[in-house]
């Protein structure tokens, strides 16, 4: 899957990808769904998150706690306040640990209400993308507060990146229960 650089692709592969994950859960039992991810996920790649989600509820609401991040940043610096995307005391080498909280904030969260979250974040990134013009989401410098990337990278990363990072974990969730 090519990087979107436009708005048209930025919503094409989004929706395409979030499509794909939820035919892909669908396909699972409720059995499966619910299931703790066996151990060979936490060493199938090197990264915090191998070990980390321990089902398919972590993974969705990992999703939904960046869709937040996403909604919030835009929000907020639209206003007039400038935010830095990550929350203090986060950054771009500690986020790791941000995740944690998102995954310690959910752990009593029940997988249909991940689901409806999820879907819910998705349709209100989706509604917001919408308003932006294409230059807007990926012209370099027009936004003060994305620094040196663009708004379509930040969406990009939140949307289309992160539901094929989610399709690849819940692949192998399928391969290894």
Request: hydrophobic content about 25%.
């Given at each position: 899957m090519a990087r979107a650089t436009t708005k048209a692709d930025l919503v094409t592969s989004a929706?395409?990808?979030f499509e794909k994950m939820w035919k892909l859960i669908d396909t699972m039992s409720d059995e499966r769904q619910n299931a703790t991810f066996g151990k060979e996920m936490a060493?199938?790649?090197?990264?915090?998150h191998w070990s980390r989600d321990k089902n398919l509820r972590d993974i969705l609401v990992h999703l939904y706690e960046w869709h937040?991040?996403?909604l919030n940043w835009i929000k907020v610096n639209s206003s007039g306040e400038h935010k830095p995307f990550l929350p203090e005391p986060y950054n771009w080498k500690t986020y790791p640990t941000m995740n944690v909280e998102f995954w310690k904030k959910h752990q009593h969260t029940p997988l249909t209400e991940a689901k409806a979250k999820l879907k819910?974040?998705?349709?209100d990134v989706m509604a917001l993308i919408e308003t932006f013009s294409n230059e807007q989401i990926f012209a370099k410098g027009v936004f003060d507060w994305t620094g040196t990337s663009t708004l379509g990278a930040?969406?990009?990363?939140a949307t289309a990146s992160?539901?094929?990072w989610a399709i690849k974990k819940i692949k192998v969730h399928i391969k290894t229960s």
């Open positions: 929706n395409g990808q060493t199938a790649g090197k990264e915090a937040l991040l996403v819910e974040s998705h349709k930040y969406c990009v990363s992160h539901y094929d």
